[in-house]
């Protein structure tokens, strides 16, 4: 015989403050948990999206981001007449060359300084990445000093707005668009015209060198005749594992602290579920006796308590997940310690997060439920009703 | 005294449900503690600087270098004392997992303008006399388990290729506020280095350290300094070392102020279980309480009783979480090494330790004792729990 589940529902009803407070300190503990991990999740999102699977970066060996890279012009012209690059509609290679460095911009609401990505792009750049899309203005013409800048940073930084001016390498450039690149981690950068950037910057070479594969399935083979090549000392990825590569430590970094801090928490969370389940066994000790007597096994009594203490976790769980699922509005821009540059993301629910905080807030449960449910279950009957 | 044994008799009456409460608070204590202390070693930098110097760099950004010949110039500048420049080498040891800073450093001008730098003369002889040398603060050598005399690879990630050093000497600090876990070595080697392959590269400086003669013209030094180098190629941007140091702290702002809003969230858990924990107890005892009342006690000493006990408590508790907060943060700083430089629990923490247990106390024994005080006396005999 089974105790019906709603004994278990009117218990946890009848001591509303109680079970509230109890449920309320789990529901912290896993909105702090799905916050950390929709804050990963969503930095990774942002980079892996970033890159496309048919295209591949090339930076100088050994350089790790392309800020550190250099690739002088004779190296990026042999990369650029490789076999196995793909040709745009109008027959050109697909091949950008860029520049790419830092600066840094006072911030919109702090005035604190960041470092922003100046990206210089050509004609072939935006056309190796179709999801960039101009939403406000207008592409910059080459050969001036206008420039159009990600969502994130036309929010984000002073001077970086339509219209507005940002001030580097000695020169007034021109905001005459902000581009949409749908969150990704173009949004956090500027670009201007790739020959202008060199001369105002003073480089003779570029950062990076960029190319659509003309097969995306022979990128081993590109990667090993750039690798190999002795006059290239340069090293060749696919743009979704380079941007990635570059989420890694800032999301590991998110993820561990979260965890850890999380499972600390939980420790608080799960006292306060053993607290109120032995009050709950303690209340009802004559109860338990009736219904020991009534013929309820054992097992009975143990799974209505454990059901009882997993209800408290369950509850605790969708309280905090709802809470968590509001921090999708919020975007968080920081300083990814890999490339040293502003990225901004905001927190990404997945199917993942959700069922791993509901399984932790059931598991929370569980711990806290289980010894008071255990001391019910292995109560003798004539004590039990003596004692009641 | 009888009072105070009432209340120690209440507070273990339930032994059990004491001690998890107590369990509970001491776990909360301790991480709100811990997490205090990851903020403050955030901040390290910024409060080992002096006030004394001030650091000139690119107004672009850090990215871009600034000439060497600057330092003559920025060294003719009235209220300047001395000039040293600095070039961050980003190298990796072995793999990218073993981060440590490393700086490429004009030796005598950089060690003289940091005193807390504590380097014994025999090393710091054969450190100047050796090119190719280095030294590295004692934390970072014991990490790797480096000794005088060995070899130091490093896979250069903006200057290509590898390099080896020579561990020359290990330095202390003057405090525990100076960062052990750096590795410097001599500028010329690098700037030779890079010469013979990228002659436009050398001769470059990444930053500048100046030290002025009186602290209190730091503004009007730095404004002659970013003067000095208008409208050139390579303008400066010139600020106290505290302002430079903050200016990174800053850029990480956003995952420190989540840090800060997590170890408030702890706090309010703990104030949720220990809340519970007393609004069960007084209920229990509503009984008991009237019966104090009819005897002729008064709402306010018997809602004290509660307080009291409530106190006593999450203040008990607390102490023993500030205790273990100690140990903690050692082996918390032992498990990430050289990530966090320095790592100390400061007094500011083990006071705010303090007031969010007096705190947790007082909230939890809020709503039980307003009840118990207001009470009539016949309803609360008549009450079950």
């Given at each position: 015989?089974?105790?019906?589940?709603?004994?278990?529902?009117?218990?946890?009803?009848a001591?509303?403050?109680?079970?509230?407070?109890?449920?309320?300190g789990?529901?912290?503990?896993?909105?702090?948990?799905?916050?950390?991990?929709?804050?990963?999740?969503?930095?990774?999102?942002?980079?892996?999206?970033?890159?496309?699977?048919?295209?591949?970066?090339?930076?100088?060996?050994?350089?790790?981001?392309?800020?550190?890279?250099?690739?002088?012009?004779?190296?990026?012209?042999?990369?650029?007449?490789?076999p196995?690059?793909?040709?745009?509609?109008d027959?050109?290679?697909?091949?950008?060359?860029?520049?790419?460095?830092?600066?840094?911009?006072p911030?919109?609401?702090?005035?604190?300084?960041?470092?922003?990505?100046?990206?210089?792009?050509?004609?072939?750049?935006?056309?190796?990445?179709?999801?960039?899309?101009?939403?406000?203005?207008?592409?910059?013409?080459?050969?001036?000093?206008?420039?159009?800048?990600?969502?994130s940073?036309?929010?984000?930084?002073?001077?970086?707005?339509?219209?507005?001016?940002v001030?580097?390498?000695?020169?007034?450039?021109?905001?005459?668009?902000?581009?949409?690149?749908?969150?990704?981690?173009?949004?956090?950068?500027?670009?201007?015209?790739?020959?202008?950037?060199?001369?105002?910057?003073?480089?003779?070479?570029f950062?990076?060198?960029i190319?659509?594969?003309?097969d995306?399935?022979?990128?081993?083979?590109?990667?090993?005749?750039?690798?190999?090549?002795?006059?290239?000392?340069?090293?060749?990825?696919?743009e979704?594992?380079?941007?990635?590569?570059?989420?890694?430590?800032?999301?590991?970094?998110?993820t561990?602290?979260?965890?850890?801090?999380?499972?600390?928490?939980?420790?608080?969370?799960?006292?306060?579920?053993?607290?109120?389940?032995?009050?709950?066994?303690?209340?009802?000790?004559?109860?338990?006796?009736?219904?020991?007597?009534l013929?309820?096994?054992?097992?009975?009594?143990?799974?209505?308590?454990?059901?009882?203490?997993?209800?408290?976790?369950?509850?605790?769980?969708?309280?905090?997940?709802?809470?968590?699922?509001?921090?999708?509005?919020?975007?968080?821009?920081?300083?990814?310690?890999?490339?040293?540059?502003?990225?901004?993301?905001?927190?990404?629910?997945?199917?993942?997060?959700?069922?791993?905080?509901?399984?932790?807030?059931?598991?929370?449960?569980?711990?806290?439920?289980?010894?008071?449910a255990?001391?019910?279950?292995?109560?003798?009957?004539?004590?039990?009703?003596?004692?009641? | 005294?009888?009072?105070?044994?009432l209340v120690?008799?209440?507070?273990?009456?339930?032994?059990?449900?004491?001690?998890?409460t107590?369990?509970?608070?001491?776990?909360?204590?301790?991480?709100f503690?811990?997490?205090?202390?990851?903020?403050?070693?955030?901040?390290?930098?910024?409060?080992?600087?002096?006030?004394?110097r001030?650091?000139?760099?690119?107004?672009?950004?850090?990215?871009?270098?600034?000439?060497?010949?600057?330092?003559?110039?920025?060294?003719?500048?009235?209220?300047v004392?001395?000039?040293?420049?600095?070039?961050?080498?980003?190298?990796?040891?072995?793999?990218?997992?073993?981060?440590?800073?490393?700086?490429?450093?004009?030796?005598?001008?950089?060690?003289?303008?940091?005193?807390?730098?504590?380097?014994?003369?025999?090393?710091?002889?054969?450190?100047y006399?050796?090119?190719q040398?280095?030294?590295?603060?004692?934390?970072?050598?014991?990490?790797?388990?480096?000794k005088?005399g060995?070899?130091?690879?490093?896979?250069?990630?903006?200057y290509?290729?590898?390099?080896?050093?020579n561990l020359?000497?290990?330095?202390?600090?003057?405090?525990?506020?100076?960062?052990?876990?750096?590795?410097?070595?001599?500028?010329?080697?690098?700037?030779?280095?890079?010469?013979?392959?990228?002659?436009r590269?050398?001769?470059?400086?990444?930053?500048?350290?100046?030290?002025?003669?009186?602290?209190?013209?730091?503004?009007?030094v730095s404004?002659?300094?970013?003067?000095?180098?208008?409208?050139s190629?390579?303008?400066?941007?010139?600020?106290?070392?505290?302002?430079?140091?903050?200016?990174?702290?800053?850029?990480?702002?956003?995952?420190?102020?989540?840090?800060?809003?997590?170890?408030?969230?702890?706090?309010?858990?703990?104030?949720?279980?220990?809340?519970n924990?007393?609004?069960?107890?007084?209920?229990?005892?509503?009984?008991e309480?009237?019966?104090?009342?009819?005897?002729?006690?008064?709402?306010?000493?018997?809602?004290?009783?509660?307080?009291?006990?409530?106190?006593?408590?999450?203040?008990?508790?607390?102490?023993?979480g500030?205790?273990?907060?100690?140990?903690?943060?050692?082996?918390?700083?032992?498990?990430m090494?050289?990530l966090?430089?320095?790592?100390?629990?400061?007094?500011?923490?083990?006071?705010l330790q303090?007031?969010?247990?007096?705190?947790?106390?007082?909230?939890?024994?809020a709503v039980?004792?307003?009840?118990?005080?207001?009470?009539?006396?016949?309803?609360?005999?008549?009450?079950?729990a």
């Amino acid at each position: 015989m089974v105790i019906p589940f709603t004994y278990v529902v009117r218990n946890l009803a009848a001591r509303r403050l109680t079970t509230a407070l109890t449920a309320g300190g789990m529901a912290l503990v896993v909105y702090v948990f799905a916050t950390v991990l929709m804050l990963a999740a969503g930095l990774e999102q942002t980079l892996v999206a970033t890159g496309s699977d048919d295209n591949v970066v090339v930076i100088r060996k050994g350089s790790q981001t392309e800020v550190q890279s250099g690739i002088d012009r004779r190296q990026a012209a042999i990369v650029e007449s490789l076999p196995g690059i793909a040709t745009g509609a109008d027959g050109r290679r697909l091949v950008s060359k860029e520049p790419v460095v830092l600066i840094s911009l006072p911030k919109r609401e702090s005035g604190k300084p960041s470092n922003v990505v100046i990206r210089g792009v050509t004609p072939e750049g935006y056309a190796l990445r179709p999801q960039v899309r101009i939403v406000d203005g207008r592409l910059p013409r080459s050969g001036t000093a206008e420039v159009i800048a990600g969502r994130s940073v036309a929010n984000g930084f002073r001077g970086a707005g339509r219209d507005e001016t940002v001030r580097f390498a000695s020169r007034d450039w021109t905001v005459v668009g902000v581009f949409d690149a749908g969150r990704t981690g173009f949004d956090s950068e500027i670009w201007g015209d790739a020959e202008q950037m060199l001369q105002a910057f003073r480089r003779l070479g570029f950062s990076s060198v960029i190319f659509r594969l003309a097969d995306a399935a022979r990128f081993d083979e590109m990667r090993e005749a750039i690798e190999a090549d002795p006059r290239l000392t340069l090293e060749a990825k696919r743009e979704t594992r380079f941007y990635a590569d570059q989420s890694e430590a800032l999301s590991k970094f998110i993820t561990y602290l979260g965890t850890a801090i999380s499972v600390i928490f939980s420790i608080g969370a799960v006292l306060g579920a053993m607290i109120t389940m032995y009050a709950s066994v303690a209340a009802r000790t004559g109860e338990i006796g009736t219904l020991r007597a009534l013929g309820f096994s054992r097992g009975a009594i143990l799974a209505a308590f454990l059901v009882e203490s997993l209800l408290l976790g369950l509850v605790g769980g969708v309280v905090g997940l709802l809470g968590a699922s509001f921090m999708q509005a919020i975007s968080i821009s920081t300083m990814n310690f890999q490339t040293f540059a502003e990225v901004a993301f905001s927190f990404a629910l997945t199917p993942g997060i959700v069922a791993s905080s509901l399984g932790f807030a059931l598991a929370m449960g569980f711990v806290g439920g289980f010894l008071p449910a255990a001391r019910a279950a292995r109560m003798k009957i004539v004590d039990a009703l003596r004692a009641a | 005294m009888v009072v105070p044994l009432l209340v120690l008799r209440n507070l273990f009456r339930h032994k059990l449900r004491t001690l998890l409460t107590a369990l509970g608070i001491v776990v909360a204590i301790a991480s709100f503690g811990l997490l205090r202390t990851v903020v403050d070693a955030w901040y390290a930098g910024a409060n080992a600087s002096s006030s004394a110097r001030l650091v000139t760099r690119s107004s672009v950004s850090l990215v871009f270098s600034l000439p060497l010949t600057y330092a003559s110039k920025i060294r003719q500048i009235a209220g300047v004392e001395g000039v040293s420049w600095v070039n961050w080498f980003g190298g990796v040891y072995i793999s990218e997992r073993n981060f440590f800073p490393q700086f490429a450093i004009h030796a005598p001008s950089y060690l003289a303008m940091y005193p807390e730098i504590l380097l014994a003369d025999a090393e710091r002889k054969a450190f100047y006399t050796d090119r190719q040398g280095a030294i590295a603060g004692r934390k970072l050598a014991d990490q790797f388990g480096w000794k005088i005399g060995d070899t130091i690879p490093l896979k250069g990630t903006i200057y290509p290729g590898t390099w080896t050093f020579n561990l020359r000497g290990i330095y202390d600090g003057a405090d525990k506020t100076v960062d052990q876990s750096t590795m410097f070595f001599h500028f010329d080697f690098l700037n030779e280095s890079v010469k013979k392959v990228y002659p436009r590269r050398g001769d470059q400086a990444g930053l500048f350290v100046v030290r002025l003669r009186d602290p209190a013209q730091a503004a009007a030094v730095s404004q002659a300094i970013d003067a000095t180098f208008a409208n050139s190629l390579a303008e400066t941007l010139t600020e106290t070392e505290k302002a430079f140091q903050l200016s990174f702290v800053a850029m990480t702002e956003a995952i420190l102020v989540a840090i800060q809003a997590v170890s408030f969230v702890v706090i309010v858990i703990i104030m949720a279980v220990m809340a519970n924990t007393m609004a069960m107890t007084a209920r229990e005892r509503y009984g008991e309480y009237a019966t104090l009342k009819a005897l002729g006690f008064t709402g306010t000493f018997v809602a004290g009783l509660i307080v009291a006990e409530s106190l006593l408590l999450a203040l008990g508790a607390g102490m023993v979480g500030i205790a273990l907060t100690f140990p903690l943060a050692g082996a918390f700083a032992d498990a990430m090494g050289t990530l966090f430089p320095i790592f100390f629990v400061s007094e500011e923490t083990v006071a705010l330790q303090l007031g969010a247990a007096l705190a947790v106390g007082l909230v939890a024994a809020a709503v039980p004792a307003w009840r118990v005080a207001r009470i009539r006396i016949v309803d609360g005999l008549r009450a079950v729990a």
